[in-house]
């Protein structure tokens, strides 16, 4: 059975009683399985078949007194290609344009992938934008949602800029020789010398300098057109500050063939400065748009797990189709060696399913009837049918790609000093490069020509491009290093977030236990009592639930049982138990909690406080079973602790974490399981609701709270909670939840996603110091402050290799991140 998971945004409640309103409301829709409230963001949960009607959810909740708006139509996500950007200048500028369009309601830009990701209403308008966006000076795609903004033909951009850069530094390299070479002890020919010949070698440089600008054009034509639109980036700065040394070496030029100063003239070229900086920034522009590339190879790589094609049976006959025409219920054929197309449920044969590339689990899955398998995944031994039950944009597959893209297109709150820098910095630039000429020109009493280098060497090694790239690359290489351990970060603010946490607070049940508990423990109390008959109701009851707890007792009842009697209706008590009509017989089955409630009395009259008490020692969960009115069962289920669960726990004390287990299970189970975990802050008998008030309490103490849960009756708390993990047991389910979502289902993601964080931060603001201590180091000395106190002064020339190799060595220092390990994977040298 396909499951979904909603969320809705209700408007109207005032009081517990409200929520609870709300989730009975919805509870007994058909399909429905599970309804949670969460009064303090006024969010309705639910969990619900895949055929249910949203509508129906809607309806119920109104039928019930209150408003519903199903959260996804509230805003969506809508994801651009942005082409153009060439430093945090344009980033910033770009933000401004979309965030002032109409039905924009979020806006975030990322110069790493070129990107924008948008938050809009339903008054966006995509043209109304592009156009704002284009006026702007750059180019604006939509992308849909097979469309992956990584789907781009990369090998064609970098060679086309490799291309470029080639073709520079192969004119770039004779232009120095012809500009300089003597200045070495390299002679020039008679024809060409200065001495011999000063418009020969003026008009040589020329014709040198003519190909290099030409493959450096875009400088000019973005750089002059932002200048114009009053939004210089660093184009801007490129092309003013190689503009002006081509203006002036031409000037010179005409001075020279005018046979004004001819000899004066010919030592006065600065083509060699303009043309070696469009190439050194050309050079370390391709240099770092390849760094780029590989700052996306686990997305890349994922996408490529998609297969182009599928066999389908049709009829009695096998059919190869695209994958893109696979639909919901086609019967898929996959044979040993071939991808899984699309997700689904295996309905024939046996294999082995290798998931590490969704997982991070290299251990094949044994596939049977029954069992899920999930696109993109690899069958290894055996030939399986299954049933196609979503497709594009549904799959795990896909879903996880976009939520790694929009991970990596989000921004981490420490990004917002660059950006605020940045959207001053080269006006700034441009104002200190014309004062810092005209100081030296007219108070330090200095030739034009030294006042010219001082200009062009402050306008080109302040362009911000490093301050643009600094933290987006680190983002997008750690989101993608995390997918290929199995960790699903979902974006800056939470890695951010992650690095700061100082308490975890666990889940019990499918969180620090496996989450398949089994029964262990069947006392009827009364022996004359039909005990088939009670069981056939129990089973029955039990059936209708999806919670892990009933699920276990359905298996135990199926040893001994085979047919259940059917309710007439049912209905789930979350955290508690759940009830039933029967056609005479009214049952209730859930904690001793929830009978202290609705019976109470009724546990000290039957004399059932030794039995709950021995079974919660043992550490398992004791449940009760009445029917009409009458405690008749007690039941005994108990759930294994996960084997990492001691060890995950030690190793957060460690860090100085302090670590809490919530659970709805009465305290002396609780107590017992937590104990085996190493946990000594314990919080039981908390109902579903109440968890996310058990993270807001630790947060009012000013604390820094993650909660690590598996399913819908943990969103509540997922979402308070300063960073949600989600267990990734359930992919669906998981997916939907938390802000971290740990695909291989082992606790040890925890610290993985922890120990990454931290690593991730601490390499951006790696990043970020070394991109403004070069701005702040470089531009005194660019501007000739060493000159004053009888230093040397910055060439031009240097000025722009230096400039390309910082965005250079940014990047670098991001893809460190590709090697990151987590420490727990030394586990055998520490235990």
């Not at 609870?20 to 509870?27: L, T």
């Not at 020969?200 to 054009?217: E, H, K």
Request: aromatic fraction near 6%; glycine fraction near 8%; include cysteine.
């Amino acid at each position: 059975m396909t499951t979904q998971n909603y969320q809705f945004k209700i408007k109207g409640m005032t009081c517990s009683a409200c929520a609870a309103r709300v989730e009975r409301a919805v509870a007994w829709l058909e399909g429905v399985q599970k309804a949670t409230v969460n009064q303090a963001t006024e969010i309705l949960y639910v969990q619900a078949e895949a055929k249910t009607d949203v509508d129906d959810i809607i309806q119920a909740v109104q039928k019930a007194g209150y408003e519903a708006v199903r959260k996804e139509d509230q805003d969506r996500p809508v994801k651009l290609k942005v082409r153009g950007m060439t430093c945090a200048a344009c980033v910033g500028r770009v933000e401004r344009i979309l965030k002032k369009q109409s039905g924009i309601r979020e806006a975030s830009v990322n110069l790493a992938d070129e990107s924008a990701t948008l938050r809009v209403g339903p008054d966006f308008d995509f043209d109304v934008a592009s156009s704002a966006v284009a006026k702007g000076g750059y180019e604006v795609e939509l992308l849909g949602k097979e469309r992956s903004v990584h789907d781009d033909d990369m090998a064609g951009r970098l060679k086309e800029m490799k291309q470029k850069a080639i073709l520079a530094m192969s004119f770039a390299v004779p232009l120095m020789v012809v500009s300089m070479g003597e200045m070495v002890g390299i002679p020039l020919p008679a024809l060409i010398s200065h001495h011999a010949n000063p418009l020969n070698f003026a008009l040589v440089q020329l014709l040198l300098t003519l190909p290099i600008v030409w493959s450096g054009r875009h400088f000019y034509q973005y750089g002059f057109r932002n200048l114009y639109h009053m939004a210089p980036n660093m184009d801007s700065l490129i092309a003013i500050g190689t503009g002006a040394a081509l203006v002036y070496s031409t000037w010179n030029l005409v001075e020279i063939f005018l046979g004004h100063m001819p000899h004066e003239r010919a030592m006065d070229l600065y083509y060699e400065s303009a043309a070696v900086i469009i190439a050194m920034v050309s050079l370390g522009k391709f240099l770092e748009q390849r760094a780029k590339t590989r700052t996306s190879d686990a997305i890349r790589q994922l996408i490529k797990l998609r297969p182009d094609k599928a066999t389908i049976l049709d009829g009695d006959e096998q059919r190869v189709i695209n994958v893109e025409a696979i639909s919901h219920g086609h019967v898929i054929i996959v044979r040993p060696g071939e991808r899984i197309p699309v997700d689904g449920t295996v309905i024939k044969g046996s294999s082995a399913v290798d998931e590490s590339m969704l997982t991070g689990e290299s251990i094949p899955k044994t596939k049977t009837a029954g069992d899920k398998v999930f696109g993109g995944t690899l069958n290894t031994t055996g030939n399986i049918r299954f049933k196609a039950e979503k497709v594009g944009s549904e799959t795990a597959l896909a879903r996880i790609i976009k939520m790694i893209e929009d991970a990596q297109g989000s921004k981490a709150p420490i990004a917002s000093l660059a950006d605020r820098v940045s959207l001053y910095f080269v006006p700034m630039v441009i104002t200190l490069a014309f004062v810092s000429g005209l100081a030296w020109l007219f108070l330090g009493q200095t030739e034009f020509t030294f006042a010219l280098r001082i200009f062009i060497a402050v306008l080109v090694i302040a362009c911000p491009c490093a301050l643009g790239l600094a933290t987006p690359t680190a983002i997008m290489v750690g989101t993608g290093r995390g997918a290929q351990l199995g960790v699903l970060i979902k974006g800056g603010e939470v890695l951010e977030a992650a690095k700061s946490v100082q308490v975890v607070v666990f889940d019990k049940t499918g969180t620090l236990t496996r989450g398949k508990p089994a029964m262990t423990d069947l006392m009827v109390l009364n022996q004359d009592t039909d005990r088939n008959k009670l069981l056939s109701l129990l089973g029955g009851v039990e059936d209708q639930s999806e919670h892990p707890l009933a699920r276990a007792v359905v298996t135990g009842l199926k040893k001994e049982i085979n047919e259940f009697t059917e309710p007439d209706k049912f209905e789930s008590i979350p955290g508690k138990g759940v009830r039933a009509s029967f056609d005479r017989d009214e049952v209730l089955v859930g904690s001793f909690g929830l009978f202290q409630e609705i019976m109470p009395g009724e546990i000290e009259k039957h004399d059932l406080d030794g039995i709950r008490q021995k079974l919660s020692t043992q550490g398992k969960t004791p449940l009760l079973m009445s029917v009409n009115g009458s405690p008749v069962l007690v039941l005994g289920v108990a759930d294994e602790l996960r084997s990492e669960a001691g060890y995950v726990v030690k190793r957060l004390k460690d860090k100085g974490i302090k670590v809490v287990m919530l659970t709805g299970d009465n305290e002396v189970t609780a107590k017992a399981i937590a104990s085996q975990a190493g946990i000594n802050d314990v919080r039981a008998q908390v109902l579903p609701e109440n968890k996310a008030k058990e993270v807001e309490n630790y947060q009012k103490q000013g604390l820094k709270v993650a909660m690590v849960g598996d399913g819908i009756n943990d969103a509540p708390a997922l979402t308070v909670a300063d960073v949600g993990i989600s267990m990734g047991t359930g992919i669906d389910v998981a997916i939907e939840s938390g802000d971290v979502v740990l695909m291989r289902g082992d606790l040890e993601g925890v610290l993985t996603a922890l120990e990454l964080s931290r690593a991730t931060v601490r390499n951006i603001k790696q990043n970020l110091f070394w991109a403004f201590i070069y701005n702040v180091m470089g531009l005194p000395v660019a501007a000739g402050v060493l000159k004053l106190f009888g230093g040397p002064t910055l060439s031009p020339m240097f000025a722009g290799a230096a400039m390309a190799m910082s965005s250079f060595s940014v990047v670098s220092n991001a893809l460190r991140l590709r090697f990151f390990k987590p420490q727990q994977e030394k586990r055998q040298e520490l235990d």
